[in-house]
Nanobody, 123 residues
Framework: QVQLVEYGGGLVQAGGSLRLSCAASGRTFSSYRMGWFRQAPGKEREFVAAITLSGINTYYAYSVKGRFTISRDNAKNTVYLQMSSLKSDDTAVYYC????????????????WGQGTQVTVSS
């Protein structure tokens, strides 16, 4: 079992930055690929970014590439999402998720989810 708790959401002006953190419980954090997804009102949950076990390989949605950076600290059981040049379209609830195997872009193939944290970008 892995429990995930996201931190760092809030209200930010367009063009600003925000860093999300996701703290994981348990001693097997380094055994999981980690992903960030988001869901805006009335829309489906969508992939944002993912990172492999060691953190060497990262993957991003086209809409955030170059603006967002995913990273992880296995010693702290934490994954981060640094968001810059934020736009109003980035407004959503952001979720972190843990995956043992599968397609890193598909939400249905993640095993554990956090409760989400709201990010609101004002224009």
């Amino acid at each position: 079992q892995v429990q995930l708790v996201e931190y760092g959401g809030g209200l930010v002006q367009a063009g600003g930055s925000l860093r999300l953190s996701c703290a994981a419980s348990g001693r097997t954090f380094s055994s999981y690929r980690m992903g960030w997804f988001r869901q805006a009102p009335g829309k489906e949950r969508e992939f944002v970014a993912a990172i492999t076990l060691s953190g060497i390989n990262t993957y991003y949605a086209y809409s955030v590439k170059g603006r967002f950076t995913i990273s992880r600290d296995n010693a702290k059981n934490t994954v981060y999402l640094q968001m810059s040049s934020l736009k109003s379209d980035d407004t959503a609830v952001y979720y972190c998720a843990a995956q043992s195997r599968g397609d890193m872009y598909r939400a249905t193939e993640y095993d554990y989810w956090g409760q989400g944290t709201q990010v609101t970008v004002s224009s």
